[in-house]
């Protein structure tokens, strides 16, 4: 009996603590019109249109910002990123990312992923790059390249299967 209460005080506790700070997680500042802008130019830089529409022109630009909103670290990368973006361009071109022509925004982008390996520039390229192929991809609209092949995605199978993995030397 005395467990039983101890378990339902330390549980009621646990559920007040959190409900009072759930809200704080769950309610994302809005971004400020600079952070947008820079969001949806990098997003193009990333996957641009061609035959078929960019990512902005798919919203994945407020995808990714939808999916950083629920998770604090993730918001906290993202925006460290954009104004990461923002201060690099500012010092090599003395413009933000959004106001720059697709060369100066390509030299940005690539500026990050050539950045060293656990730092901020190179983790929110990665991060943004896979969840923003994600997204893309994930919509039809990206598939009207893809419309003339209507086979599997593995032609041929595994016809070795049942070998041992080879080794390399």
């Known amino acids: 009996m005395r467990q039983a209460r101890r378990r339902f005080f330390i549980g009621s506790a646990l559920v007040g603590v959190l409900c009072r700070i759930a809200p704080s997680f769950a309610a ?23 035959e078929t529409p960019g990512a902005a022109a798919l919203g994945i630009d407020r995808q990714l910002l939808a999916a950083a909103a629920g998770t604090p ?35 940005i982008v690539s500026e990050a992923a050539a950045a060293g390996f656990g730092t901020l520039p190179r983790a929110f390229f990665e991060r943004t790059r896979a969840a923003a192929f994600f997204q893309y991809y994930g919509r039809p609209e990206s598939w009207r390249g893809m419309a003339h092949y209507r086979g599997p995605p593995q032609p041929l199978g595994f016809p070795d299967h049942t070998q041992p993995p080879r080794t390399s030397r």
């Open 28 to 50: 994302a500042p809005p971004s400020p019109p600079l952070a947008d802008a820079t969001l949806r130019a990098y997003v193009d830089v990333l996957i641009p249109a061609d």
């Open 73 to 107: 670290g993730h918001r906290r990368l993202l925006d460290a990123g954009l104004d990461w973006l923002n201060a690099r361009s500012r010092a090599r071109y003395a413009r933000p990312f959004p106001e720059l022509d697709e060369a100066g925004r390509e030299a």
